[in-house]
């Protein structure tokens, strides 16, 4: 697969995953389906290799050790963001709010000042970086979004740790 086909994916499912916070979305229901979507974005990111320039091997896993980072609070604002709660079926949903959106535009200037500095470096850079970035992103937020669900206490009304979830 080309670089190109691999942007369009990464753009495709980044689409396709905020499109989906802007409605509520049942959270759990068994399985790890959350888990694919993540581990398919590492397997393609890694797959295309190129992930550390071999003329800037320090800078470049430098660079790619702070994409990651950028991934990690990414993923971990995007699921503290978002407000969870639970029916009285005891069934737990989750939405993104207007904090949720201000991370994702905090992630994608990151990312672009990252891009922007190992382009002033020289360091020949692909997109398999960007795609395990993001794989990390959500595999983190669905990973904490079952947690802040699994917290919730439908017989005692929603709420998480003390703090009222807001009901979309």
């Not at 389906?33 to 890694?46: D, H």
């Not at 609070?73 to 639970?86: E, I, L, P």
């Not at 949720?100 to 990151?110: E, I």
Request: zero cysteines; a positive charge; hydrophobic letters at 55%.
């Amino acid at each position: 697969m080309n670089e190109l086909l691999y942007v369009l994916a990464a753009v495709a499912v980044a689409v396709l995953i905020i499109a989906r916070q802007v409605r509520p979305q049942r959270i759990g229901g068994g399985g790890r389906k959350w888990l694919v979507v993540p581990v398919v974005l590492v397997v393609l990111g890694a797959k295309q290799g190129g992930v550390i320039d071999p003329h800037h091997t320090a800078l470049s896993a430098g660079l790619l050790a702070a994409e990651l980072v950028v991934g990690l609070v990414m993923g971990a604002g995007w699921a503290w963001t978002s407000r969870v709660w639970a029916e009285p079926d005891g069934s737990v949903w989750s939405r993104g709010t207007k904090a949720t959106a201000g991370v994702w535009v905090g992630g994608l200037v990151a990312r672009l000042a990252l891009m922007g500095l190992g382009a002033l470096a020289g360091v020949h850079q692909s997109t398999g970086a960007l795609l395990i970035a993001l794989g990390v992103s959500f595999a983190l937020r669905g990973a904490l979004l079952l947690h802040r669900g699994g917290a919730l206490s439908p017989a005692g009304g929603p709420s998480y740790r003390g703090r009222v979830a807001d009901r979309v």
